[in-house]
């Protein structure tokens, strides 16, 4: 996967606030790391896309924003609606055109429409569809949520799977022994690569089922994982961690150590 310096695809639609954004946030990547761009290549030169990223750090965005501003094409990132009510990045995410996402609520369907909106306006959506930081114990994707998926067969746009690599060194992610531990220096090396877009062919013109979601989203993650992969030199589980599955069996563990617990209290 070649890396490409200084990509510009000569169309990006920068207005005075992305620009604003990027002065803010380059210096602080560039403080933080040695950046490695990869598979510039892999984005369409125009038309709107979905970019599909992996979750490993809540610094992840601003990696990605970087590589993804970098490469010509703005994107406009899917975040969760509290981060729009936080003083000034709050202010900046609306002016620079991100999309709040309302977890748990009737709102949660006006995402997907400005997302909807914003590929067939020709832009470059993001999303990350595990839908939190990744759970599985060497940060590799879990199971994805079914967002990315149904947009791009919604508006049959192309998705880019992206992967990052590194920031989990700079802030880790809970779950992983780092809540609330930062470790920005020695400065880390980040990598942030994109991959061919993801064949979703066999789902067009299909009802879009849940099935099709499943196995659309299923496609993408695999995607994902072997941009991964690759950065990382190394294979993944064949399995993927998938949360909810995790959570039964965590229950049904408990639930036998609580019978247990009640059987030797009997004797």
Not at 89 to 111: E, N, Y
Not at 180 to 195: D, E, M, N, Q, S
Request: net charge positive; charged share 25%; glycine share 8%.
């Amino acid at each position: 996967m070649a890396r490409r310096s200084n990509a510009r695809f000569g169309n990006a639609d920068y207005g005075i606030w992305y620009r604003l954004a990027a002065m803010l946030v380059k210096p602080v990547t560039n403080a933080l790391a040695t950046t490695d761009w990869r598979g510039w290549e892999h984005l369409p030169e125009k038309g709107g896309f979905i970019a599909a990223v992996n979750h490993n750090s809540v610094i992840d965005p601003v990696f990605y924003g970087h590589w993804q501003y970098n490469s010509g094409r703005p994107p406009r990132i899917l975040g969760k609606s509290s981060l729009f009510s936080v003083p000034f990045i709050g202010f900046m995410l609306r002016k620079t055109g991100q999309i709040p996402v309302f977890r748990d609520s009737t709102d949660a369907a006006d995402a997907f429409r400005a997302a909807i909106d914003a590929v067939n306006a020709g832009q470059c959506v993001q999303f990350y569809p595990e839908g939190t930081l990744t759970r599985d114990p060497d940060m590799w994707p879990m199971t994805g949520k079914s967002g990315a998926a149904r947009v791009a067969l919604m508006t049959g746009a192309p998705v880019i799977p992206v992967a990052h690599w590194g920031a989990q060194e700079i802030i880790p992610p809970y779950g992983n022994g780092g809540k609330g531990k930062y470790h920005l220096f020695p400065r880390h090396r980040v990598t942030v690569a994109a991959g061919p877009a993801v064949d979703l062919s066999k789902y067009q013109g299909q009802e879009i089922t849940a099935q099709v979601l499943r196995d659309a989203t299923d496609d993408i993650m695999a995607a994902i994982t072997a941009v991964l992969e690759e950065i990382r030199g190394e294979k993944a589980p064949a399995e993927r961690y998938d949360m909810r599955k995790a959570a039964r069996e965590r229950a049904t563990a408990a639930e036998a150590k609580r019978e247990r617990a009640a059987k030797e209290g009997d004797r």
